[in-house]
Antibody, heavy 124, light 107 residues
């Protein structure tokens, strides 16, 4: 069974840092791209960024609003994905989800499994 | 960035009704579209990829169609567990943008 479990959320002051983790099981983590998606309280979903797999040089891409402040990394030996968040702003307050991205032959890369999310609150 | 616009933002329907949600892209995205379902307090669930393909385990009453700039998600006969918020997301170009969501409520 595919499982993704986020952790590391909490309350942080503006300008502070936080590192989220996503521990996965039930599949070969190293084969897959992984995404982070967030949802501000009462709002819609926002894609944060993507980590490609080793075969694609672990390339990362980000939405403009977090580029330069957030860093996605992964440790395939620990089956874990990370989101390092620096220079946090009040508008970064959200539930953060990690998702497994599955490659469908002929169709491309799409998220197919989601973690339960972890809440990040940025407030003074 | 590619803008995704969903309509309606909410719809009220009864069990057994057919529900249709539209998602429009600000530019052509081929068939590079996904649909998700989210219930209150829960993580989203992946329903459809590449505009019309159901993820494993998704009931056949869900279907997706469209290409280019206009897409639809149809629920052929609403069941009690289908009342939720639905989101589309384009996978044509980065950033992978979501629509604003459509809340399907019980009439």
């Amino acid at each position: 069974e595919v499982q993704l479990v986020e952790s590391g959320g909490g309350l942080v002051q503006p300008g502070g840092s936080l590192r989220l983790s996503c521990a996965v099981s039930g599949f070969t983590f190293s084969d897959h791209y992984m995404d982070w998606v967030r949802q501000a309280p009462g709002k819609g979903l926002e894609w944060v960024g993507r980590s490609k797999n080793k075969a694609n040089s672990y390339t990362t891409v980000y939405v403009a609003s977090v580029r330069g402040r957030f860093t996605i990394s992964r440790d395939d030996s620990k089956n874990s994905l990370y989101l390092q968040m620096n220079s946090l702003k009040t508008e970064d307050t959200a539930v953060y989800y990690c998702t497994r991205v599955f490659f469908y032959v002929g169709s491309g890369y799409y998220p197919d499994s989601w973690g339960q999310g972890t809440l990040v609150s940025v407030s003074s | 960035d590619i803008q995704m616009t969903q309509s309606p933002s909410s719809l009220s329907a009864s069990v057994g009704d057919r529900a249709t949600i539209t998602c429009r892209a600000s530019q052509g995205i081929g068939s590079d579209l996904a649909w998700f379902q989210q219930k209150p307090g829960k993580a989203p669930k992946s329903l459809i990829y590449a505009a019309s393909n159901l993820h494993s385990g998704v009931p056949s009453r869900f279907s997706g169609s469209g290409s280019g700039t206009e897409f639809t998600l149809t629920i052929s006969s609403l069941q009690p567990e289908d009342f939720a918020t639905y989101y589309c997301q384009q996978h044509y170009g980065s950033p992978l943008t979501f629509g604003g969501g459509t809340k399907v409520e019980i009439k």
